[in-house]
């Protein structure tokens, strides 16, 4: 798979690298990461807006159902939400990279369900500038808490590398202290993203439907 060939290819340049130079040689999969979150959410974006509303809500039943608990979250709810999610995305890339593949799917489907159908319940898809400003102001909860879970993707699958590989010790311990500080890393950014989403994005969803 594409993920762990290229975990296998970072893993080989990895040591003794300061925090940003490991985000640097891990950044080539979290492009990855992105693109493919970028390309399943643009369709979800899509037909959520363009179908008939019925087939909307049948057909993304369980992603427009989180609508539903917006008004009831609060910053602690939301963190420890988005914490179980990043538990089990770094368990599912340390079993199997590919397996936590999963877990960027469903967000992506989430994402681009509830956006295209807030957009098209408050009629801004032939609004550009409030489609615009309503895009600006939920992309930075999104890439603070996507990245978070990349993240997690990322140090899971560098643990499932020092496993394979035997490299649990000595100067190969490198792998696992990446994998710790991606970890860390994440964790701020869940924390971050947790603080926007409460701050801003649900109050902007609030006001639309």
Known sequence: MKLQRIESKQAAY???????????YHFDIYKFLFFLFLGILLPFVFFSIVLPKQATINLFAQQLSLLGEVQRLSFELVFLNN?????LTFAAAVVASSGA???????????GALFGFVVRESG???TLPKLLTFGFAIFPHMLFEVSGYFLAV????????????KRLGGKKGFLLKDAFN??????????VG????????????????
Do not use: C, D, H, P
């Open 182 to 191: 991606l970890l860390l890393l994440g964790l701020f950014f869940l924390a």
């Open 124 to 126: 801004m898809q032939s």
């Open 194 to 209: 947790s603080l926007i989403e409460i701050a801003i994005t649900n109050r902007v969803i609030l006001g639309l439907v």
């Open 154 to 165: 990322v140090a899971g699958a560098l643990v499932s590398e020092a496993i394979v590989s």
């Open 83 to 87: 914490l179980k999610v990043f538990v």
């Open 101 to 111: 593949i999963f877990f960027i799917i469903w967000n992506a489907s989430v994402w």
């Open 14 to 24: 990895s040591e003794k690298l300061t925090m940003l130079q490991t985000i640097s």
